[in-house]
């Protein structure tokens, strides 16, 4: 958890870029941060690695200032992904990406399977790719680079700042939906800064909305897409593209609904909370005549979970514990 208290950044000339800002960046999730030009966003996001130092307030991760690790740690121990990537361009992809891992003095053998790991999970084959040189690869290729390099040394946190803003549309999208199944894998804390609402809403688990160094809204895409907190939220977002987020959801909860009211009467799907634990789902499943599990949350139909993605969901629990320890 990454939480900020009573933070104020004054420059020299005067600019007060952040004004008494606290929140909380909870962990394992993927928080955007969005707003108009000039109004934070990047300045929130660098004092968590200390690239800004505030004014006044402080910074804590797990309840840890920052103040009290030093410096060249507390970056070593954070992936950051930029939106001119940073690759150097005389050092291969391998040597690149290995570049954090050997600071922190990991193995060579260590070093190389995290790399070729990585690789394949962003999509591209360690043995075609990593003898290349930057300027071998395209744009879209290089930022790949980049989310490897950032994730070599196993962070916790990892900082985009408007990583895919420079690539050409069908990249992007795609980079986005690389990132957000990588993220729903990895489950690392990800604070990424956008000016794009579309991609904010795309990726985030949660969205921070910034004016003039200070917070807006703080809350889940449908939480400003259904409740924005007031009408510069409203307007930042557009109505137009509230209005087409509302019909879709609607329009998948109404299918939802359709499906589950139908699947009702063959006496093989039950109800679930979206509150109830792993270990409820498993319970119910294993009742006769059940096979599948609808999610219901507040008065609606938001999903559906069988035993093969419950499984799934129990193996993924498993290894974020294993891992935790």
Not at 40 to 69: F, W
Not at 127 to 149: A, K, N, T
């Amino acid at each position: 958890m990454i939480r900020f208290d009573q933070v104020t950044k004054k420059f020299p000339d005067g600019t007060e870029a952040l004004k008494n800002v606290s929140l909380t960046i909870p962990t394992g999730e993927l928080t955007a941060i969005i707003g108009p030009s000039g109004c934070g966003k990047t300045t929130l996001m660098k004092m968590i690695n200390r690239l800004e130092i505030p004014t006044n307030g402080d910074i804590l991760i797990d309840e840890k200032s920052i103040k009290e690790t030093d410096q060249v740690e507390l970056r070593r121990s954070i992936g950051y992904v930029i939106q001119r990537i940073g690759l150097l361009p005389h050092m291969t992809i391998e040597k690149n990406a290995g570049l954090v891992p050997k600071l922190k003095g990991w193995s060579d053998e260590k070093t190389q399977l995290r790399v070729r790991e990585l690789m394949t999970t962003v999509g591209l084959e360690p043995d075609i790719y990593l003898p290349r040189y930057p300027l071998e690869l395209s744009g879209g290729q290089q930022q790949r680079i980049g989310v490897v390099r950032a994730l070599a040394g196993d962070p916790n946190i990892v900082l985009m700042d408007e990583p895919f803003s420079a690539l050409d549309p069908i990249s992007r999208e795609q980079l986005q939906k690389e990132l957000r199944s990588l993220q729903q894998r990895i489950q690392k804390t990800i604070v990424f800064v956008t000016h794009d609402m579309d991609e904010a809403l795309k990726i985030a688990d949660n969205i921070i909305v910034m004016r003039e160094g200070e917070v807006e809204q703080i809350g889940s895409p449908d939480d400003l897409i259904h409740e924005p907190a007031n009408d510069f939220v409203r307007d930042f977002i557009g109505q137009e593209r509230i209005n087409r987020q509302r019909t879709f959801a609607q329009r998948k909860i109404h299918e939802l609904t359709s499906f589950f009211s139908q699947a009702r009467t063959s006496e093989q799907i039950a109800e679930i909370s979206s509150t109830d634990s792993i270990e409820t789902a498993i319970s119910m499943l294993e009742k006769p005549n059940v096979n599948l599990l609808a999610i219901r949350h507040k008065d609606e139909f938001v999903g559906y979970i069988d035993q093969t993605s419950l499984l799934r969901a129990v193996i993924a629990k498993e290894e974020g514990g294993n891992h935790a320890d």
